[in-house]
């Protein structure tokens, strides 16, 4: 694996694939059943580089709709 330093964390750079990824496609699952791996392993490699930006990177569309009902 490849890390990069950023504000005295380590960024492992599959993350930061993984991250672009799911951008472009647009849901955890899809990109999960594309690499044949657990949609929690995605989760978690974007949570971890979420934590080590100290930064949201994603905002799930289920949580804008529970947002918007609970209004």
Avoid: H, W
């Amino acid at each position: 694996m490849y890390y990069i330093s950023a504000q005295n964390a380590l960024i492992n750079l599959n993350d930061i694939k993984l991250f672009i990824a799911v951008y472009r496609i647009g849901n955890f699952v899809g990109m999960a059943n594309n690499l044949n791996i657990a949609p929690s392993s995605v989760s978690c490699a974007i949570k971890s580089l979420e934590e080590a930006l100290k930064a949201r990177l994603l905002i799930s569309q289920a949580a804008i709709e529970t947002s918007l009902i609970a209004v």
